[in-house]
């Protein structure tokens, strides 16, 4: 379930109708519906950040759902807010609020914020503000940790493939026998080589090979 808060926006006194005023985004996640009050105490503590800032709240981005994965509802609409320069910051209370689907991921998010011109700033964790005094080292320091964890994955990858060999492990997809003899009883059927193929588990391609290598 998720929900976005546009239209009672004025209701807040903090929403300043100044155009030079920074625009902010809220995002506020919680993963199970019979926690919404907790989504109502993260978002009071962040319309009070962005009052004290003097920050405009042009939207509120809410989901009821875990952050493993980022087809969330809302998650995508912020995203696609943020690729057409709706607004100018986002905040979030953590960045575990914000995602958490694990190191890598999680910084790419804020690379692609970042490619939009978008800011970012978590509320408990002053470290991650791409809006302040240490702006370019922040986003430095996130684009360089994303690569390094990139690095790490295919690192792990490589050693993993290294052990199955030395194991004497077969690695990609497993051989699938194909009989002449079969092929050509089925394509005696009348049977098409896509309808051969699926009848022998394999594709349309390894099917020709298979016949023309054993009949040459």
Same mark, same amino acid.
């Given at each position: 379930? +998720? ?7 004025? =209701?807040? =006194?903090?929403?300043? /109708? ?8 809220? *995002? ?12 109502? /105490? ?5 319309? !009070?950040?962005?009052?004290? /800032?003097?920050? &405009?709240?042009?939207?509120? *981005? ?9 087809? #969330? ?6 995203? /696609?807010?943020?690729?057409? #320069?709706?607004?100018?910051? %986002? ?12 190191? %890598? ?37 996130? =684009?360089?940790? =994303?690569?390094? !964890? ?29 009989? &002449? ?23 349309? +391609?390894? +099917?020709?090979? +298979?016949?023309?290598? !054993?009949?040459?």
């Amino acid at each position: 379930m +998720a929900t976005s808060k546009l239209s009672s926006l004025a =209701a807040h =006194a903090q929403f300043s /109708n100044n155009p030079d005023t920074m625009r902010v985004a809220l *995002y506020a996640r919680v993963s199970t519906k019979d926690k919404g009050q907790e989504t109502e /105490n993260q978002l009071c503590q962040l319309r !009070e950040f962005a009052d004290r /800032n003097g920050w &405009r709240i042009v939207a509120e *981005y809410i989901d009821y759902e875990s952050g493993k994965a980022s087809d #969330r509802a809302q998650f995508q609409q912020m995203f /696609n807010a943020a690729s057409k #320069r709706q607004f100018d910051v %986002l905040l979030f209370w953590s960045l575990d609020r914000l995602s958490r689907e694990g190191v %890598l991921p999680t910084l790419q998010h804020l690379q692609r914020l970042t490619s939009y011109s978008i800011g970012y700033r978590s509320f408990t964790e002053q470290y991650f503000d791409s809006c302040g005094i240490f702006r370019d080292a922040v986003i430095a320091i996130v =684009a360089t940790v =994303a690569k390094q !964890e990139r690095i790490r994955i295919s690192e792990r990858v490589k050693a993993g493939l290294a052990t199955a060999r030395h194991k004497g492990q077969r690695l990609g997809r497993p051989r699938v026998f194909v009989s &002449r003899s079969r092929i050509e009883s089925l394509r005696q059927e009348g049977k098409s080589w896509r309808e051969v193929a699926l009848e022998l588990g394999t594709n349309t +391609a390894t +099917a020709r090979r +298979a016949y023309a290598l !054993e009949s040459s």
